[in-house]
């Protein structure tokens, strides 16, 4: 281990965090199910003697997570530095990633706090003083989602591209009509059965022309899964966006301004476009003042309300952090995904926040030398 990394271990100790040990080999069904294309597209997958897909550790989370359900406890705090393996544009696809997954903590807007307080220690740790912190809130956009009375199917779409403006961009033209698909290259009767939402006829039609193909009932996609998908399309076809609301959803996206200023700015559009934010806006607000009480040095805080991250299984609040002009990329990121433990298999809802530092994007000052301490001169 080098001293950068010991030293890493020690603070993350000094934050209360357990240590687990995660393989450099994982399991590439759940990171494949539940991060989304972001990571599928950038993973190094290979394969054990009995044809179980493995990949290169891609992050720490999703491990992390399948670590503790194995571990059967309600509530932990771990702590993690180690390398990852992923192909980024222009940097090394192996490089160092330290951080904190707070897992069960039921009192979040306290977690989410802390969870940004422990991530501005750990780069300041690492050297970095002066920083700038985007927030965004996948709640809030959900809420304003649900209030424009989008279907289900729309609504975990859009959520899913949150973050990535050209997806949510090509999403919303689909949407508006532009360019909305179409289940016109369906056999007339199979047609029919997804237009009347007829789930079972959809499903017989689908095994029949299954049958007819001489394909076996477990081969690839099962008959009831495609019509799930089926329907789903069907529901994305049907939905259409008017521009009134269109222009509301964009002005939202939009709004960008500091983190004191953000409460009073999302109730005044609230007011205006007349549409619930709830209980996503007063927990946004509860958070936002206990941030602004943090009182940080040399951090700028804003809100940015299209700012999401690129990963699906994030839920709530969302972070990231750059260093100064020179950074042309994050040094750290982070947020609440309250949804990946029952994904990943967990019995209960289990609330869960964390943050990841790129190590080899904060130039750290320690020498990255086995087993001492030396500090660059």
């Known amino acids: 281990m080098t001293a950068l990394s010991q030293r890493i271990e020690s603070f993350l100790r000094e934050k209360k965090c357990a240590l687990p040990e995660i393989g450099l080999l994982q399991p590439a069904e759940p990171i494949l199910n539940t991060a989304g294309e972001d990571i599928r597209r950038r993973i190094f997958i290979t394969a054990d003697q009995r044809g179980r897909d493995l990949c290169l550790r891609p992050e720490f989370t999703i491990p992390v997570c399948l670590s503790h359900l194995e571990s059967g406890k309600a509530r932990k705090r771990y702590g993690y530095v180690g390398k990852v393996f992923r192909q980024r544009a222009d940097e090394p696809a192996e490089f160092l990633q330290a ?19 422990d991530c501005i220690d750990l780069l300041r740790m690492l050297g970095r003083n002066r920083l700038s912190v985007a927030v965004g809130d996948q709640a809030i956009f959900e809420a304003v989602l649900k209030s424009l009375g989008l279907p289900k199917a729309w609504r975990e779409r859009l959520g899913r591209n949150f973050g990535d403006s050209t997806r949510l961009t090509a999403d919303l033209d689909r949407l508006s009509g532009k360019n909305n698909g179409s289940l016109d290259h369906l056999a007339p009767e199979l047609a029919r059965a997804v237009e009347a939402g ?50 509301v959803l964009e002005a939202f996206l939009d709004l960008d301004m500091p983190l004191k200023d953000a ?86 809802k289990m609330p869960a926040t964390g943050f990841a530092v790129y190590v080899d994007r904060v130039k750290p000052k320690l020498k990255e030398t086995p087993g001492t301490m030396e500090a660059r001169p």
Not at 99 to 117: F, P
Not at 210 to 218: I, T
Not at 242 to 247: A, D, G, L, Y
């Open 198 to 247: 007829d789930r079972e006829a959809v499903e017989k039609a689908i095994a029949r022309d299954m049958k007819k193909a001489g394909l076996p009932p477990q081969s690839g996609r099962t008959a009831e899964e495609i019509a799930a998908r089926l329907m789903e399309k069907a529901a994305l076809a049907a939905a259409h966006l008017v521009p009134e609301k269109r222009e």
């Open 99 to 117: 951080g904190i997954e707070d897992i069960g903590t039921e009192k979040k807007g306290a977690a989410d706090v802390r969870c940004l307080a």
């Open 263 to 348: 409460n009073r700015r999302l109730w005044s559009f609230a007011r205006r476009a007349n549409i619930p934010l709830g209980k996503a806006l007063e927990a946004f607000h509860k958070r936002a003042v206990a941030l602004e009480k943090l009182d940080l040095d040399n951090v700028s805080l804003r809100y940015r309300a299209g700012f999401g991250r690129t990963l699906d299984y994030y839920t709530g609040f969302v972070f990231e952090v750059r260093g100064g002009s020179s950074d042309a990329k994050p040094l750290a990121g982070g947020g609440r995904y309250d949804r990946l433990m029952t994904v990943l298999g967990s019995r209960q």
